[in-house]
């Protein structure tokens, strides 16, 4: 199961309280006070972490808890220091603090997300909920004129709150477009990826990421996003759920069915999901993007191709075919000038 986005809530451990303890020995039977201080609650921790890629873990464990800190003890000992608890999130997860609040004009309840980290590079470490602080033990109390102080004080509370985690999958390059254009087949074919493929819509229903190698120690991510359809930025469909994965890519790849082979306008497909994803996003709509004509070895494609060039004069376009891989060669090298990069290889 593919968990993307989910609620939370989470506690840190409360401090431990200081101690109210008085030194009692055999040649000093008043020693005076000698409470210790509490210990430390433990924090909860988001720690970024490359084995995972869906935030599932929490829909079975919605609740992210510290343990508290121990008492203080007597001959001025220090309660214990209760540790951190860690969790790991996949690279990209964004954090919001989900508010709740009363709108003025209607007295409602209304509840707004409020982002705080985004947490995108393996072993970041995020500290959500900070443990509280220990108490004091009553040697603290002690002075001239108050010799046995019966003070101590409570640890602090940790901190606690409900949280929203969203998945937002990150890639050089996100393949957007109509269900059945064709994206997972050309993931598969362009990198080590194995999608769902079959010849019915949503077939993919959940991002997937793809490496794509270039030679020569380089290489690249591709994304292929579950298929749009018109009113997604209000989101209908799939919407939104797929929508916010895309807003990471640095250049948008829009694959095209250019034979219609389900019927529709290949032109029209291309001004509708452009429209979508500006809808949703003006500054997604302002990243590079291409045009993937996609399918032209069936019949009727050609011509849909050259209107596809006539209407989006100013767009760089690639007829392919992705069954068939043709044209793929020229496009893996417009992809290695444009998201290749070097990487270290392991010794």
Same mark, same amino acid.
């Given at each position: 199961?593919?968990?993307?986005?989910?609620?939370?809530?989470?506690?840190?451990?409360?401090?431990?309280?200081?101690?109210?303890?008085?030194?009692?020995?055999k040649?000093?039977?008043?020693?005076g006070?000698?409470?210790g201080?509490?210990?430390?609650?433990?924090?909860?921790?988001?720690?970024?972490?490359?084995s995972?890629?869906?935030?599932?873990?929490?829909?079975?464990?919605?609740?992210?808890?510290?343990?508290?800190?121990?008492k203080?003890?007597?001959?001025l000992?220090t309660g214990?220091?209760?540790?951190?608890?860690?969790?790991?999130?996949?690279?990209?997860?964004v954090?919001?603090?989900?508010?709740?609040?009363?709108?003025?004009?209607?007295g409602?309840?209304?509840?707004?997300?409020?982002?705080?980290?985004?947490?995108?590079?393996?072993?970041?470490?995020?500290?959500?909920?900070?443990?509280?602080k220990?108490?004091?033990g009553?040697?603290?109390?002690?002075?001239?004129?108050?010799?046995?102080?019966?003070?101590?004080?409570?640890?602090?509370?940790?901190?606690?709150?409900?949280?929203?985690?969203?998945?937002?999958?990150?890639?050089?390059?996100?393949?957007?477009?109509?269900?059945? !254009?064709?994206?997972?087949?050309? $993931?598969? *074919? +362009?990198? =080590?990826?194995?999608? &769902?493929?079959?010849?019915?819509p %949503?077939?993919?229903?959940?991002?997937m990421?793809?490496?794509?190698?270039?030679?020569?120690?380089?290489?690249?991510?591709?994304?292929?996003?579950?298929?749009?359809?018109k009113?997604?930025?209000?989101?209908?469909?799939?919407?939104?759920?797929?929508?916010?994965?895309?807003?990471?890519?640095?250049i948008?790849?829009?694959?095209?069915?250019?034979?219609?082979?389900?019927?529709?306008?290949?032109v029209?497909?291309?001004?509708?999901v452009?429209?979508?994803?500006?809808?949703?996003?003006?500054?997604?709509?302002?990243?590079?993007?291409?045009i993937?004509a996609?399918?032209?070895?069936?019949?009727?494609?050609?011509?849909?191709?050259?209107?596809?060039?006539?209407?989006?004069?100013r767009?760089?376009?690639?007829?392919?075919? !992705?069954?068939?891989e043709?044209? $793929?060669? *020229? +496009?893996? =090298?417009?992809l290695? &000038?444009?998201?290749?990069?070097? %990487?270290?290889?392991?010794?």
């Amino acid at each position: 199961m593919f968990v993307d986005q989910i609620k939370v809530y989470a506690r840190a451990g409360k401090g431990g309280d200081g101690s109210m303890h008085f030194h009692r020995g055999k040649f000093r039977p008043k020693g005076g006070p000698d409470g210790g201080d509490g210990g430390r609650g433990g924090d909860v921790i988001l720690k970024v972490d490359s084995s995972t890629n869906t935030l599932r873990q929490f829909f079975f464990n919605a609740k992210l808890i510290a343990q508290d800190g121990h008492k203080g003890g007597g001959n001025l000992c220090t309660g214990q220091s209760a540790d951190n608890e860690i969790f790991k999130v996949p690279s990209g997860t964004v954090v919001s603090k989900i508010i709740e609040e009363e709108d003025p004009e209607t007295g409602d309840i209304v509840t707004r997300y409020e982002p705080f980290a985004d947490l995108t590079d393996v072993g970041q470490e995020f500290v959500l909920c900070k443990g509280g602080k220990g108490g004091k033990g009553n040697v603290h109390f002690k002075t001239s004129t108050h010799q046995a102080p019966r003070e101590f004080t409570p640890g602090d509370e940790g901190e606690e709150g409900f949280f929203h985690f969203e998945l937002r999958s990150i890639a050089d390059a996100g393949f957007v477009g109509f269900p059945n !254009a064709g994206k997972s087949t050309l $993931l598969s *074919k +362009l990198s =080590a990826a194995r999608p &769902k493929i079959a010849n019915y819509p %949503f077939t993919t229903l959940q991002p997937m990421v793809g490496v794509i190698h270039f030679g020569d120690h380089r290489r690249g991510t591709l994304a292929d996003i579950p298929g749009l359809i018109k009113g997604a930025h209000q989101n209908i469909g799939l919407g939104h759920d797929f929508l916010r994965h895309i807003m990471r890519c640095r250049i948008l790849l829009f694959v095209v069915d250019a034979a219609g082979t389900e019927g529709r306008d290949p032109v029209a497909d291309l001004e509708i999901v452009r429209k979508e994803v500006s809808l949703y996003s003006k500054e997604l709509s302002k990243r590079p993007w291409f045009i993937l004509a996609n399918k032209i070895d069936v019949e009727g494609a050609e011509e849909n191709v050259e209107r596809i060039k006539d209407r989006f004069k100013r767009v760089k376009i690639f007829p392919i075919s !992705a069954e068939s891989e043709q044209g $793929l060669d *020229k +496009l893996r =090298a417009f992809l290695d &000038k444009k998201i290749g990069q070097t %990487f270290e290889v392991l010794k």
